[in-house]
């Protein structure tokens, strides 16, 4: 699903955004993207085994032990490790599989439509809220600064 109409009414309608990959680094996409969600009204919540704690909220080590409901599960990680997510995500009774930009597993999307959920690949939460909602001019959109790929150096 990639149609403005639909994405506007999922992002209006669904609050609680659980981020699977979510990394504790200031300088990767998906913690700028989880930040900006924040600062835009969202509860955000990290899904990642390597860390307690990210952008001052309790990080879970998988979907299934999030205690409270989830809206959008937003998935940072490789497309072919998508499979088991989108069954945590059938499992907990989230409404939206949203697969990041550079993400795009159809089985896993087929499967969680199967089961009820709303299917979003190959795009950016931040970058449609930005485009749907007015925020392009918020910083990293198109300079270069965000990139998926892991750098090499750090500009500091």
Not at 46 to 60: A, D, F, M, Q, S
Not at 109 to 129: N, S
């Amino acid at each position: 699903m990639d149609d403005i109409n639909s994405l506007r009414r999922i992002l209006r309608e669904n609050r609680v955004i659980a981020v699977v990959g979510l990394s504790a680094d200031w300088f990767r996409p998906s913690y700028f993207a989880a930040k900006y969600m924040l600062e835009h009204g969202y509860e955000v919540i990290p899904v990642n085994p390597k860390y307690t704690e990210i952008l001052g909220r309790k990080c879970y080590r998988s979907l299934r032990e999030i205690p409270q409901k989830v809206d959008i599960v937003d998935v940072f990680r490789k497309t072919e490790d998508v499979g088991p997510i989108a069954e945590d995500a059938i499992a907990i009774g989230a409404k939206v599989l949203w697969q990041q930009l550079g993400v795009r597993n159809e089985a896993a999307a087929a499967r969680a439509r199967a089961a009820g959920l709303e299917t979003v690949m190959d795009h950016c939460v931040k970058i449609e809220h930005g485009r749907l909602f007015g925020g392009l001019n918020w910083v990293g959109v198109n300079t270069g600064v965000i990139s998926a790929k892991r750098p090499r150096w750090l500009a500091y």
